[in-house]
Protein backbone atom coordinates (compact mmCIF):
# COMPACT_ATOMS: atom_id res chain seq x y z
CA UNK A 1 0.00 0.00 0.00
CA UNK A 2 2.87 2.11 0.74
CA UNK A 3 4.49 1.43 -2.52
CA UNK A 4 1.56 2.29 -4.23
CA UNK A 5 1.19 5.95 -2.86
CA UNK A 6 4.84 6.75 -3.27
CA UNK A 7 5.26 5.92 -6.74
CA UNK A 8 2.84 8.91 -8.19
CA UNK A 9 5.40 11.15 -5.96
CA UNK A 10 8.81 9.51 -7.12
CA UNK A 11 7.29 10.15 -10.60
CA UNK A 12 6.17 13.44 -10.35
CA UNK A 13 9.78 14.12 -8.64
CA UNK A 14 11.41 12.32 -11.79
CA UNK A 15 9.47 14.88 -14.31
CA UNK A 16 10.39 17.78 -12.89
CA UNK A 17 13.72 16.79 -12.22
CA UNK A 18 13.83 15.93 -16.52
CA UNK A 19 11.87 19.61 -16.37
CA UNK A 20 14.62 21.19 -14.62
CA UNK A 21 17.41 19.67 -16.87
CA UNK A 22 15.76 20.92 -19.89
CA UNK A 23 15.05 24.29 -18.73
CA UNK A 24 18.75 24.48 -17.36
CA UNK A 25 20.14 23.23 -20.64
CA UNK A 26 18.11 25.69 -22.56
CA UNK A 27 19.37 28.52 -19.91
CA UNK A 28 23.10 27.48 -21.09
CA UNK A 29 22.30 27.15 -24.48
CA UNK A 30 20.40 30.92 -24.65
CA UNK A 31 23.66 32.34 -23.05
CA UNK A 32 26.52 31.25 -25.42
CA UNK A 33 27.64 33.77 -27.62
CA UNK A 34 29.58 32.03 -30.92
CA UNK A 35 31.88 33.56 -32.61
CA UNK A 36 33.89 32.65 -35.79
CA UNK A 37 37.17 30.30 -34.99
CA UNK A 38 39.40 31.02 -37.83
CA UNK A 39 40.28 26.82 -38.19
CA UNK A 40 36.74 26.17 -37.83
CA UNK A 41 34.43 23.90 -35.13
CA UNK A 42 34.70 20.24 -34.59
CA UNK A 43 31.59 18.10 -33.87
CA UNK A 44 31.78 15.13 -32.15
CA UNK A 45 29.00 12.76 -31.26
CA UNK A 46 28.06 9.70 -29.04
CA UNK A 47 25.33 7.46 -27.94
CA UNK A 48 23.16 8.66 -24.68
CA UNK A 49 20.74 6.23 -23.53
CA UNK A 50 17.97 7.14 -26.42
CA UNK A 51 19.50 10.30 -27.62
CA UNK A 52 23.00 11.61 -28.77
CA UNK A 53 25.55 13.67 -26.90
CA UNK A 54 27.37 16.27 -28.83
CA UNK A 55 30.64 18.06 -27.99
CA UNK A 56 31.15 21.46 -29.48
CA UNK A 57 35.47 22.45 -30.16
CA UNK A 58 36.77 24.75 -31.74
CA UNK A 59 39.15 24.28 -34.22
CA UNK A 60 42.71 23.58 -33.32
CA UNK A 61 46.18 22.67 -34.31
CA UNK A 62 46.37 19.92 -31.65
CA UNK A 63 44.49 16.20 -31.23
CA UNK A 64 41.71 17.03 -28.51
CA UNK A 65 41.59 14.20 -25.58
CA UNK A 66 38.89 12.28 -25.36
CA UNK A 67 38.34 13.75 -21.87
CA UNK A 68 38.33 17.36 -23.59
CA UNK A 69 35.50 15.94 -25.59
CA UNK A 70 33.47 14.33 -23.47
CA UNK A 71 33.33 16.86 -20.47
CA UNK A 72 30.77 19.15 -19.56
CA UNK A 73 33.16 21.91 -18.38
CA UNK A 74 33.04 24.74 -21.29
CA UNK A 75 36.58 26.13 -21.87
CA UNK A 76 38.61 28.28 -24.34
CA UNK A 77 37.99 25.45 -26.89
CA UNK A 78 35.15 23.75 -25.82
CA UNK A 79 32.11 25.44 -26.48
CA UNK A 80 29.47 22.81 -25.04
CA UNK A 81 28.31 18.96 -24.27
CA UNK A 82 24.55 18.89 -25.16
CA UNK A 83 21.86 16.53 -25.49
CA UNK A 84 19.68 16.32 -28.34
CA UNK A 85 20.03 17.08 -32.15
CA UNK A 86 17.30 19.38 -31.26
CA UNK A 87 20.13 21.04 -28.83
CA UNK A 88 22.44 20.71 -31.45
CA UNK A 89 20.14 22.93 -34.18
CA UNK A 90 19.31 25.60 -31.34
CA UNK A 91 23.13 25.78 -30.96
CA UNK A 92 24.42 25.89 -35.00
CA UNK A 93 22.00 28.39 -34.55
CA UNK A 94 24.01 30.88 -33.33
CA UNK A 95 26.86 30.13 -35.46
CA UNK A 96 27.67 33.17 -37.79
CA UNK A 97 27.37 32.63 -41.58
CA UNK A 98 29.27 31.11 -43.60
CA UNK A 99 31.77 29.34 -40.23
CA UNK A 100 33.11 25.66 -41.09
CA UNK A 101 31.94 22.87 -38.80
CA UNK A 102 33.28 19.33 -38.75
CA UNK A 103 31.33 16.34 -37.90
CA UNK A 104 33.48 13.81 -36.67
CA UNK A 105 33.66 10.12 -37.33
CA UNK A 106 35.54 6.66 -36.52
CA UNK A 107 37.64 6.65 -39.52
CA UNK A 108 38.90 10.12 -38.22
CA UNK A 109 39.28 9.10 -34.81
CA UNK A 110 40.85 5.74 -35.63
CA UNK A 111 43.90 7.45 -37.80
CA UNK A 112 44.41 10.45 -34.80
CA UNK A 113 43.86 8.26 -32.11
CA UNK A 114 44.38 4.60 -32.67
CA UNK A 115 42.10 2.76 -30.90
CA UNK A 116 41.56 5.06 -27.68
CA UNK A 117 37.99 7.11 -28.75
CA UNK A 118 35.75 5.24 -26.31
CA UNK A 119 31.81 5.45 -27.78
CA UNK A 120 32.85 8.31 -30.15
CA UNK A 121 31.16 8.23 -33.78
CA UNK A 122 28.94 9.75 -36.13
CA UNK A 123 25.20 9.24 -35.20
CA UNK A 124 22.34 7.66 -37.50
CA UNK A 125 22.52 9.12 -40.90
CA UNK A 126 19.08 9.96 -40.75
CA UNK A 127 20.14 12.45 -37.84
CA UNK A 128 23.22 13.65 -40.28
CA UNK A 129 21.07 14.36 -43.27
CA UNK A 130 18.66 16.41 -40.83
CA UNK A 131 22.14 18.35 -39.48
CA UNK A 132 23.16 18.93 -43.28
CA UNK A 133 20.29 20.45 -44.26
CA UNK A 134 20.09 22.52 -41.28
CA UNK A 135 23.44 23.93 -41.93
CA UNK A 136 22.61 24.50 -45.32
CA UNK A 137 19.43 26.57 -44.26
CA UNK A 138 21.67 28.64 -41.80
CA UNK A 139 25.00 29.05 -44.55
CA UNK A 140 27.03 26.92 -41.95
CA UNK A 141 30.02 24.78 -44.32
CA UNK A 142 29.50 21.54 -42.68
CA UNK A 143 31.98 18.37 -43.72
CA UNK A 144 31.83 14.66 -42.34
CA UNK A 145 34.90 12.73 -41.49
CA UNK A 146 34.55 8.90 -41.61
Known amino acids: MLLIM ?3 LLFSRCTKENKENIANTKSVI ?3 HVTH ?9 WPAGSDWKYSLMAGTNR ?6 VTS ?6 HLITITGIDALKLELARFPENEFITMIGQGWLQASWG ?7 LPPQGAIDDIKQFCRAGKLNLSITQ
Request: with cysteine.
Open 30 to 32: DTL
Open 6 to 8: LCP
Open 37 to 45: SVKGWEVYS
Open 63 to 68: TKTYEE
Open 115 to 121: GNYGNLR
Open 72 to 77: VKSSDI
